[in-house]
């Protein structure tokens, strides 16, 4: 019905940025919004940032304000994470899904219904 697919992952030193983008395919996403989860090793997979369907709202966890930016493009079928000034705590598998609703007010991730199968993003130092 809907897959999401991530790429741009990679290994980076602090301080270093990385775009990751997210494709959707079989059905349109535009109708709603678009969320970046993350899990890092022993951890569970936490928020990240979320944007509404129209690209007009975001909202993020407190850790990546001011140096994560998400965005999207409804003609394209994609959403975008620009990660500036990483640090080795935001080493973590990144996911995208796509949200039950337009708002980007919403973080749990049972708001949630599709979700891609991840990039691995590590920072070193």
């Known amino acids: 019905q809907l897959q999401l697919v991530e790429s741009g992952g990679g290994l980076v030193r602090s301080g270093d940025s990385l775009r990751l983008s997210c494709a959707a395919s079989?059905?349109?996403?535009?109708?709603?919004?678009m969320g970046w989860f993350r899990q890092a090793p022993g951890k569970e997979r936490e928020f990240v940032a979320a944007?509404?369907?129209?690209?007009?709202?975001?909202y993020y966890v407190d850790s990546v304000k001011g140096r994560f930016t998400i965005s999207r493009n409804n003609a394209k079928n994609t959403v975008y994470l620009q990660m500036n000034s990483l640090k080795p705590e935001d080493t973590a598998f990144y996911y995208c899904?796509?949200?039950?609703?337009?708002?980007?007010?919403?973080?749990?991730?049972?708001?949630?219904?599709?979700w891609g199968q991840g990039t691995q993003v590590t920072v070193s130092e």
């Open positions: 899904a796509r949200s039950q609703y337009g708002s980007a007010r919403r973080y749990a991730q049972t708001d949630y219904d599709y």
């Open positions: 079989g059905q349109s996403f535009s109708s709603y919004a």
């Open positions: 944007i509404d369907w129209s690209g007009g709202d975001t």
